[in-house]
């Protein structure tokens, strides 16, 4: 655990955490550590041992997603990892305890599961009230293909454009706030994790409710309409049908098409506004943003 050791790499962790909402420590966890538990879940799981039920597949729906599982870690066999996540954790938070502690399993035709986040507004606020502290979820990749998709900053809405997928590696290590939207990744292979609670040690842990994360909204003023977006919204507007500028806007948008566009950054002349854009979008929008 050399990688989180050091007084300043812990404080830009928790930096990360409760701004973003999540923390990532690459290779926190011996190899031999994660080569046994992954051989011994698959060992167990194989002669069902482990008892796998399957996980929720759309948020406040009574179906299930057959390729994507869970089983609790209740045997000895496991002690060793929970025992060095445990020192881990307590690096961060003296007052976090790990609960409910399960192997996930995900098969390579899973879908992604809809954004949601595991905690209510309720629990959320008698651990930030009393301990200026917050419940946080922990996995670990057990192998090379393990993934999450966070939307960072996100608390209480999925914005779209936030979404991230966040590779986890075997015995890679993320912690995130529970109330950071979330949701399960798709896979192209099967693969394992280790999934626990970080409850706040004197507060009681109610019931771990799932809920759906709605996008945000932004609505058209004249129309209906409504887009996750503020941009999608007004470029709606101008040529929304109940728009009385709405021919106005459409000639202008012909006239200024018509006089074509220079592009500064290769020094190119086009004939079309739209041709113009569609090249920038494409060539140099992306590298601007770096």
Not at 91 to 106: D, G, I, M, N, Y
Not at 168 to 190: K, M, N, Q, Y
Not at 194 to 210: F, N, P, R, Y
Not at 237 to 244: H, I, Q, T, V
Request: net charge positive.
């Amino acid at each position: 655990m050399s990688a989180v050791t050091d007084d300043d790499a812990v404080e830009i962790l928790l930096k990360c955490f409760w701004e973003d909402g999540y923390m990532i420590m690459p290779k926190v966890f011996a190899a031999e550590i994660i080569t046994t538990v992954r051989a011994k879940i698959k060992a167990d799981d194989e002669s069902k041992t482990l008892d796998f039920v399957s996980i929720f597949k759309e948020v406040g729906s009574n179906t299930f997603d057959e390729f994507r599982k869970m089983a609790p870690l209740n045997r000895k066999a496991y002690k060793k990892l929970k025992d060095e996540a445990t020192l881990l954790i307590k690096k961060f938070h003296v007052r976090w305890q790990p609960t409910e502690w399960v192997a996930l399993e995900s098969l390579s035709v899973g879908e992604e599961q809809d954004p949601h986040r595991h905690i209510p507004a309720v629990e959320i606020g008698k651990a930030r009230k009393n301990f200026s502290e917050i419940q946080a979820g922990l996995i670990i990749g057990l192998s090379e293909n393990a993934k999450l998709v966070l939307y960072p900053k996100c608390f209480a809405v999925a914005d779209p454009r936030s979404r991230t997928e966040v590779l986890l590696g075997s015995g890679d290590c993320v912690i995130f706030r529970r109330d950071v939207i979330h949701s399960g990744a798709a896979f192209t292979e099967p693969n394992y994790r280790i999934h626990c609670v970080l409850t706040i040690k004197s507060i009681k842990w109610g019931a771990d409710a799932t809920e759906f994360a709605l996008p945000p909204a932004y609505k058209c003023e004249l129309s209906p309409f409504m887009a996750p977006t503020k941009l999608q919204v007004s470029n709606h507007k101008r040529g929304c049908l109940r728009n009385p500028a709405r021919a106005a806007n459409r000639a202008r948008d012909l006239e200024l098409n018509e006089k074509g566009k220079f592009c500064c950054v290769c020094k190119k002349q086009f004939a079309k506004r739209n041709t113009y854009y569609k090249h920038f979008n494409r060539r140099h929008k992306p590298y601007l943003k770096l």
